[in-house]
């Protein structure tokens, strides 16, 4: 039975199944998460260790290289990477992508677990994938006139979080800011040394007093109790009324010897709000979850709590991730819509029939639809790769529909034929091979991207498989619907295929040309090295970058004060910053910490960020102007503070991969103590560059220290030792919680500190009244003597070995140019000195790890439409020469981006790669038609005439893939800049494969023909 036949049999069963599978995918769109990034799982784990105040090199040797050497035996560990700074480090352990990452987890986990007893006591150590879920997608703040920081911190506590967690796709809220009370004891040392008491005698009254604890069971009557002894307090007045001592001359209160007050824990954080002093929440999303919904809830979870608030307290939004998610949808909606559109007007404007041009566009929405439903399946969402790749298969999917609906017009659009269904039918059943070889032109070329790794990989493998199942879908519904469609929906016996009233314009300019070649072959030699040079020249001018850039609607500015820099001084500086931002009208709101960063992680009190949120697109420039024309001025108007503004999603995807700077020079030594020079000649050379920015030489020094140094045998003759008097030291001025009690549903500390002791100066240190075991008071400077240490500077360490990493920004330079600039620098005599050696790492890295895994790709899709082409033809000869003209049109990739001024990035790459498809499919359909005529017709005739034949669907395709495009090409709306160079990349090599194929080819392949003759 012949296909015709066989599909007007079944053509209810078709029709229906393809109805079917369109409801399905709509179903599915319905309940399609959606987020930013494709899910994926990298391979990178973070270890944060704690252990107080050690110096960075005490730090190094004692918990640092122990750690390293641990997790560096961790199986698949392949680089493990510290940063250790005064009592803390964060080491950074990457696997191989692909990774078994629960297991990978356990490991690490499973190796510290065993460290830790060997290392100095009170260490402690968090284990952290870094997921895109580990940095917040929305944040609240709370702030009020009249509501102090204590009672909003609570209200945020414990009200909201257990609010915000019951929502269905939030993982965990987290609290910063604010103040926490507790309970203050302020000794006088004086009254404490007339009572013959320590500060640690009062810390253990205390915490012997104010108990709760069990102490045993008793039966009685049949029931069993259990015994406990509850003398806990309540508040300031029972601590008050703790007692110290009792006995003939009366009871001694905590009173008698100290102030009790309410009070904060100390803390050295600062947090604010559009300049107002705030407690934010963080919230962090679900792995999965759709964070669009997930937004929603969480608005309407606040929206149902507003009447508990307490009056004056303000709950305000400044960071929404889902916005631009939305946002980004809602562009990627405008740009099919659009395509769509275009593409019909081209289907009018060639076919002149409302019918067929309806019919087309219907598969669209067909194909879109079906291909949804393959992601469900998959296990994919909607983000920013998958709906970019839905946009741009409207163009290829308008390819398959119009070439099937031009070909069944071309022969069975004509009055003297009396079409019929079975005319109908038949075309659409003779085309079925050459639709069939380039469709799956198009989809080879998506196998090898299959099996690419690391960020690329994880991010276009999600688009790769919504092209393929699109274009898998249209070829499925182009083959079997679109011929049933026409021959139900049009009466080809009325109406007339305007193709047939002879050739207009366009083909007698072509049959001029083509005759003009066919004749003299040579004169197609200047055009096709035209293309060459051209090319050549675009590829060698082009900027080159990794990923290409959004406009996020917001970004973030870290900054740095002085080393040591109090968090007042760091507060008061940067409220002459907040002052530039309420000026700008581009800012609608921002927030800002101190002594930490977005997302929770704690720094020293001269560091913290700003992440500031713009008014919309259309009220403001682009981002990048924002972004530049703020740091010019803070630079300007508040010297001494070093910014980096950036974007937060590109550099959370940096923080994933490692890599968050574009420029990172990774400087080693056999001597490290060569390392801050070399890092510090460096920076200053990068400093020169034009287009580089942002600099950091890599050498964070902490704030300065002031070493006590006790007498011992002063100490001793008074019967103390630097043991004892480290430890009044420390409950003198930093305090000891010296117990806690229940209260309101949270626990309130009860803290031991000596009177006055936070208020002390430098000078004033030594007056510190230090009590003896005789219940003497004696100055501190009179048992030890002081000196300033100055802060040592972080250690970075790769492998077990110490290495500096001098980063740096590009600022209207692209990333090939720039790093080409810093390569020039580095090479300077004297700039790196002796011994010391550089790797480029950062994202230019990345950038190379990308190219050359598309670089394979690329050679394997041409290899795979080589073995295509073999099957197709049989010929080695028609292959090569269609392999060339395919080869040549992905030279006008470099030449549209470079006039485009878009940078070669991995998107722009990954359009070159679909090209080669693309190419390959516009050549299939007319050597196809030439195959075809060769059985009737001499070669040149032959050529020419299918040629002729295939100039109106390929015109057609070619003009409604380009205008399919242009939206996308033409980054209009937010967040749409991801597919941005692949458009401009397809419609480039679109653009010049249309005359390679109906021009270069058919001389090509006559010369081939008659030299095989």
């Given at each position: 039975?012949?296909?015709s036949?066989w ?7 078709v029709?229906t199944?393809a ?11 319905i ?26 090199s005490q ?9 390293e ?12 990477k510290s ?5 803390s ?5 990457d696997f191989a992508?692909g990774t ?5 987890m356990?490991?690490v ?14 260490v ?5 994938q ?11 703040a ?6 102090g ?10 009200q909201?979080?257990?609010l ?21 004891v ?6 404490l ?21 069990s ?5 009685d ?44 824990v100390?803390q ?11 407690v934010?929440?963080?919230?962090y999303?679900q ?15 606040l ?19 889902s ?13 099919i ?19 067929i ?5 219907t ?11 393959v ?14 790749g ?9 390819d ?30 003779a085309?079925l091979r ?13 196998v ?15 688009l ?6 699109t274009?898998l ?7 079997l ?10 009466d ?5 295929d ?8 366009l083909?007698?300019t072509?049959?001029?040309?083509l ?13 096709v ?14 900027q ?5 850039s ?6 973030v ?13 760091t507060?008061?500086?940067?409220r002459e ?22 997302g ?35 630079t300007?108007?508040?010297?001494g ?6 974007q ?14 574009p420029?990172?020079?990774r ?10 020079g070399?890092?510090?000649r460096v ?11 942002s600099i ?18 002063r ?13 009044i030291?420390?409950?003198a ?13 949270q ?13 002390l ?8 009244p ?11 400077s009179?048992?030890?003597?002081f ?16 290495v500096?990493?001098?980063t740096?920004?590009?600022n ?28 480029l790492g950062?994202l230019y ?6 190219f ?20 197709l033809?049989?010929?080695f000869?028609?292959?090569a020469?269609?392999?060339c ?9 470099f030449?549209?981006?470079?006039l ?22 516009m050549a ?5 038609e ?8 001499p ?7 299918a040629?002729?034949?295939?100039l ?13 495009l242009?939206p996308l ?16 990349a ?8 249309f ?8 001389v090509?392949?006559?010369k081939?023909?008659k030299a095989?003759?």
């Open positions: 039975m012949k296909f036949a599909l007007d049999r079944h053509r209810r069963f029709l199944l109805a079917a599978l369109a409801l399905a995918g709509l179903s599915a769109a309940s399609l998460p959606i987020g930013l990034y494709p899910d994926a799982s990298f391979p990178r784990v973070r270890v944060t260790v704690d252990t107080g105040s050690q110096a960075a730090m190094v040797l004692a918990v640092t290289q122990p750690v050497q641990a997790v560096r035996a961790v199986p698949g560990v392949v680089n493990v940063v250790t700074s005064r009592g480090a964060m080491l950074t352990v992508w078994n990452m629960p297991t990978a356990l490991g986990n499973a190796a510290l677990a065993q460290t830790v007893p060997s290392l100095p006591p009170g402690s150590y968090n284990v952290l870094m997921l895109p879920n580990v940095f917040p997608f929305m944040a609240y709370l702030t009020s006139p009249s509501v920081l204590v009672k909003m911190r609570n209200l945020a506590k414990y909201l979080v257990p915000l967690s019951g929502v269905k796709g939030i993982a965990h809220v987290q609290v910063q800011g604010g103040d926490t009370g507790e309970v203050e302020s000794a006088d040392p004086a009254r040394a007339a009572a013959h008491l320590t500060l640690t005698d009062l810390v253990n009254a205390i915490s012997g007093a104010a108990s709760l604890q102490v045993g069971r008793i039966e009557h049949q029931l069993l109790y259990l015994l406990l002894t509850n003398n806990s307090v309540s508040g300031v007045r029972d601590v008050k009324n703790i007692v110290l001592r009792a006995g003939p001359g009366g009871v001694l209160h905590v009173g008698d010897v100290a102030q009790v007050s309410q009070g904060v100390p050295f954080l600062g947090v604010d709000a559009d300049g107002k002093q705030a934010t929440l963080l919230l999303q792995t999965g979850s759709d964070m669009v919904a997930t937004a929603k809830a969480v608005d309407k979870a929206a149902g709590f507003k009447g508990q608030i307490p009056p004056g307290v303000s709950v305000s939004k400044w960071y929404d991730q916005t631009l998610v939305l946002a980004a949808a809602g562009s990627v909606r405008d740009a819509l659009i395509g769509i559109v275009l593409a019909a007007g081209v289907l009018y404007l060639f076919l002149r029939n409302g019918r041009t309806l019919l087309a566009i598969i669209v929405p067909a194909s879109l639809a079906a291909a949804v439903m992601l469900s399946m998959a296990g994919l969402s909607f983000n920013i790769m998958t709906l970019g839905l946009a741009a298969s409207v163009g290829l999917v308008i398959d529909v119009i070439v099937m609906i031009e070909f069944i017009a071309h022969r069975s659009g004509h009055p003297a034929r009396g079409a019929g269904r079975f005319w109908v039918l038949q075309a659409g059943s085309f050459p639709l069939t070889g380039s469709s799956a032109a198009t989809l080879i070329v998506f090898p991207l299959a099996f690419l790794s690391g960020v690329t990989g994880a991010f276009f493998k999600a790769s498989i919504t092209v393929a199942s274009l879908a249209s070829w499925l519904l182009t083959a619907v679109v011929p049933l469609l026409a021959a139900t929906l049009v080809f016996d009325r109406w007339t305007p193709g047939q009233n002879g050739q207009g314009w083909g007698r072509h049959e001029r040309l005759n003009r070649f066919l004749t003299r072959p040579v004169l197609l030699a200047l055009p090295l035209g293309l060459v040079v051209v090319g050549y020249l675009s590829y060698s001018h082009v080159t970058g990794f990923m290409p959004l406009d996020e609607g917001g970004f500015m870290d900054y740095l004060t002085a080393p040591g820099t109090s968090l007042a001084e507060e008061r500086e940067m910053i907040e002052a530039i931002l309420h000026k700008d009208p581009a800012v609608a709101s921002y927030s800002m910490r101190a002594g930490a960063g977005f929770g992680d704690l720094a020293e009190s001269n560091k913290g960020d700003f992440v500031i949120r713009l008014t919309p697109l259309s009220q403001r420039a682009n981002i990048d102007v924002v972004m530049n024309r703020i740091a010019n001025e803070v300007a108007k508040v010297p503070v070093q910014i980096d503004p950036h937060l999603m590109s550099d959370e995807l940096g923080d994933m991969t490692g890599t968050p700077q420029i990172d020079v400087l080693a030594a056999a001597d490290p103590a060569a390392l801050e070399a890092a510090q920076a200053a050379a990068l400093g020169k560059i034009q287009g580089v920015d950091d030489d890599g050498v964070v020094p902490a704030g300065d220290a002031i070493e006590i140094h006790v007498n011992q045998a100490a001793a003759a008074l019967g103390l030792d630097p043991s004892k008097v480290a430890a030291l420390q409950t001025m930093a305090g000891t919680v010296a117990a806690t009690f229940e209260g309101n549903n626990l309130t500390g009860i803290r031991v500190r000596a009177q006055g002791a936070a208020g100066n430098t000078t004033q240190l030594g007056q510190l230090i009590p003896t075991p005789a219940g003497a008071l004696v100055p501190l009179s048992i030890a003597s000196s300033i240490a100055s802060g040592q500077p972080e250690i970075t360490r790769e492998d077990l070995q110490q500096v990493d001098v740096a920004r590009l209207g330079t692209g990333l090939g140019a720039g790093i080409a600039e810093v390569k020039k620098a580095l090479a300077q005599p004297g700039i790196l000195g002796n011994g010391v050696t550089y790797t950062g890295k990345q950038q190379q790890i990308a050359a895994g598309l670089v394979r790709v690329f050679i394997a899709a041409l290899l795979a439409e080589f073995v295509l082409l073999l099957l033809y049989e010929r000869a028609w292959v020469a269609i392999i003209t395919s080869l040549l049109s992905t030279t006008a990739v030449t549209g981006l470079f485009t001024g878009v940078p070669l990035n991995i998107t722009a790459m990954m359009g070159m790669v679909m090209i080669v498809g693309i190419a390959t499919e299939i359909f007319f050597v196809s030439a195959q075809h005529l060769l059985e009737t017709l070669p040149r005739e032959a050529f020419a005439t040629a002729a034949n295939r109106r669907p390929i015109a057609m395709t070619t003009l409604a893939a380009i205008l399919t242009l090409a033409l980054d209009l709306g937010q967040g749409a800049g991801m597919q941005q160079p692949l458009a401009i397809i419609i480039a090599g679109l653009l010049v494969q005359p390679l194929v109906l021009l270069a080819l058919p090509l392949l006559l081939l023909t095989r003759a």
